[in-house]
């Protein structure tokens, strides 16, 4: 693609990956082009400033490192020839940290605008594991890759780990704000729980999350799901009302899903 090797040619890039539904297939006509933008401090944003201008034909809003949040970063948002195209900064050095992360079976979950699950950090490693790349000079990132394609067992084990203790936990915390009627605390916990699940799910057929986007439904069609994974968890959001007995029945759907997952993620 033209847009990535010009990209590289501005410092501090390092290479250019195509992520999103259109590097998995998945993307309907509509859909954005997601360019992931590997670099290296200093990142010349003048220079990308100047390049976006050139490929839009106006001023565009190019954030400085970090202007998108801790986990997000930065980028921009283009519309170039009628296609929306995303520019989205990723720290190389920090990626290579999070895969060594990884394959001692350490994660951390971060706060980050848009992402209510809270963004885990081997996400990143995901993205280039999944990622087409575009443009890659120095062969960096095609090198990592191939490292990245192949799931750490000790990230497995410890996702896996942390559903089978924690799901349960909070779902048990639940109980205390459903006999008052709390409905919002239930719904986070409910909703923390799946995720947990999901995430759970995922590390055991060795597939990494990128976001909670179509998370359910994609972890439903994995090997240790339950068949009717997807249903039972979307349908713990509809609950039929706030008084204790609906919460406590909606918990104990949640704490029966929670059961029969963990169940199978051992077996």
Not at 100 to 105: P, Q
Not at 117 to 136: F, K
Not at 173 to 197: H, M
Not at 227 to 254: E, I, N, Q, S
């Amino acid at each position: 693609m033209e847009i990535a090797d010009r990209l590289t040619g501005v410092s501090g890039v390092v290479g250019v990956c195509l992520g999103g539904s259109r590097a998995t297939g998945a993307h309907r006509p509509d859909s954005d082009f997601d360019l992931g933008l590997y670099y290296r401090p200093p990142l010349d944003t003048a220079a990308l400033r100047f390049l976006a201008s050139e490929l839009t034909g106006e001023s565009v809003d190019v954030t400085e490192p970090g202007g998108w949040g801790p986990w997000v970063d930065g980028g921009a948002w283009l519309t170039v020839d009628g296609c929306r195209v995303d520019w989205i900064y990723r720290d190389l050095d920090r990626v290579h940290r999070i895969w060594e992360d990884c394959r001692a079976g350490r994660f951390e979950v971060g706060t980050q605008a848009g992402h209510p699950l809270g963004v885990y950090s081997h996400a990143y490693v995901g993205e280039v594991s999944v990622g087409r790349v575009l443009a890659d000079p120095g062969g960096e990132l095609r090198a990592l890759q191939q490292e990245t394609r192949r799931y750490p067992e000790p990230l497995r084990e410890a996702l896996m780990a942390n559903a089978r203790w924690e799901a349960p936990f909070t779902l048990a915390n639940a109980r205390k704000a459903a006999s008052r009627g709390d409905a919002f605390y239930v719904a986070g916990c409910v909703f923390r729980a799946v995720g947990l699940l999901v995430q759970a799910l995922h590390a055991h057929a060795g597939c990494w999350v990128l976001n909670e986007k179509g998370a359910v439904q994609a972890a439903g069609q994995l090997p240790a799901a339950p068949a009717d994974f997807a249903a039972r968890a979307h349908g713990l959001f509809a609950m039929p009302g706030t008084t204790p007995d609906v919460l406590y029945t909606v918990l104990d759907a949640a704490d029966g899903l929670a059961a029969e997952v963990c169940r199978r993620l051992t077996s």
